[in-house]
């Protein structure tokens, strides 16, 4: 079996996140958040299913890597029984997320970094990690922890960005798309696909299942339109990791690149952004290893 090297840190050693000091992520994210929040909502739908529980029963959730809340104020609100709690090792984001809680009573914010075990009596009926588990250097010892917080018979969801790179016709953005694809290779942004099953099971999760979300960039659609805006978006937010850290490619080349795409009419033009959604029940009985107790060797 192939060895992969160890992901090298590239902001820090709590994550790879490749747009942490890109100065429009706010917005960035917020447009995302608008972007796929009905699909979350359909997949978490489908997470309580998996846990044997129903939309408007009193059951707990948590959202680790919740960034400034959205999602996680948009569970609260759609399920006001239930007890929601975000976590981000962000402390200025976890700031944000309870400024902006509101009149949402159901739902609670704190600070924790993903790979630390969470606080002692912690145990949640569905666990939500969105766009999170591909920017953590060690997933394995990650969704370790996760397991440990889910109750026995709870789910698990993640979405994450498939191995495959992002599609589109214009010649312009398959060079930028190349540029980002090396850099994530570089500091193990990828890599995810082929191992997440294993590394769940290894965790103690079962029934592992994973569905491939697609969305048009592009075309002659106000869906492809928006998708296309948030993609541009998203790789200018790339400029400081593939120009200035990994010194793949000239600043001015990259924002010339960026400026020609903003440019371009798009509504002949067509790709697609693929995304991965995965689910996972934790079974009852002792997890595998040290954060289950059990026995490491057997």
């Not at 402390?91 to 606080?119: C, K, Q, S, W, Y």
């Not at 490619?249 to 995965?278: I, N």
Request: hydrophobic share 45%; proline share 7%; aromatic share 8%.
């Amino acid at each position: 079996m192939q060895e992969h090297p160890a992901p090298v840190p590239m902001f820090g050693p709590k994550s790879n996140y490749l747009f942490a000091q890109n100065l429009d992520e706010r917005a960035r994210l917020e447009r995302q958040y608008h972007l796929l929040q009905e699909d979350f909502s359909l997949w978490f739908g489908e997470a309580l299913r998996l846990a044997g529980l129903d939309a408007g029963g009193d059951w707990s959730a948590l959202d680790l890597g919740c960034g400034e809340g959205q999602f996680t104020r948009e569970l609260a609100r759609r399920h006001p029984r239930a007890r929601v709690t975000g976590m981000d090792v962000d402390e200025a984001a976890i700031a944000t997320a309870v400024a902006n809680r509101g009149a949402v009573e159901n739902v609670e914010f704190a600070v924790h970094d993903a790979r630390e075990p969470l606080p002692a009596g912690s145990e949640y009926d569905v666990v939500v990690m969105w766009l999170v588990l591909l920017y953590l250097p060690d997933r394995a010892g990650a969704l370790a922890q996760v397991a440990a917080a889910t109750r026995p018979g709870g789910a698990l969801l993640l979405c994450n960005v498939p191995d495959e790179p992002t599609r589109f016709s214009h010649p312009v953005a398959t060079e930028l798309v190349e540029a980002s694809a090396e850099m994530a290779r570089r500091f193990g942004a990828v890599g995810l696909e082929g191992r997440l099953a294993a590394d769940l099971e290894a965790a103690g999760f079962t029934g592992v299942t994973t569905a491939v979300l697609r969305y048009p960039l592009g075309g002659g659609t106000a869906s492809g339109q928006r998708w296309w805006g948030h993609w541009l978006a998203t790789i200018a937010a790339t400029r400081r990791a593939v120009v200035d850290v990994a010194g793949l490619m000239d600043g001015a080349e990259f924002d010339r690149k960026v400026a020609l795409l903003a440019e371009a009419p798009t509504l002949l033009e067509h790709g697609e952004w693929p995304f991965l959604v995965t689910l996972a029940r934790r079974p009852a009985g002792p997890l595998p290893g040290p954060a289950g107790g059990g026995d490491p060797e057997g």
